[in-house]
């Protein structure tokens, strides 16, 4: 496997079937989650994952159109980085 990793970042209202929308997207594009971490603060869902793009079947930017498009649908905020770019973004 290619290593090329990526930040996934989920919020939104808490509602039956994220976890499976967005995992189905990654699934469906053969990205797969290294390690996830997920919280319900309030009626918040909040999900984090570290994901490997290297096998993946589509380039980046379709694997970020798709997990944004699934957001939608599913009422949350999907926002895919790469790992560089979130930890760029953590030292300013």
């Keep these: 496997m290619a290593d090329a990793r990526a930040v996934l970042t989920v919020l939104g209202a808490d509602r039956v079937g994220i976890v499976a929308g967005v ?23 909040t999900m984090i994952a570290m994901v490997n793009v290297g096998d993946a079947r589509a380039p980046f930017a379709e694997i970020q159109a798709a997990l944004t498009s699934a957001g939608q649908e599913l009422g949350v905020q999907v926002m895919l980085q790469r790992e560089e770019t979130f930890q760029a973004m953590q030292r300013i």
């Design 23 to 45: 995992s189905g997207v990654l699934a469906d594009l053969n990205v797969n989650i290294e390690d996830i971490r997920m919280a319900l603060l309030g009626q918040v869902f």
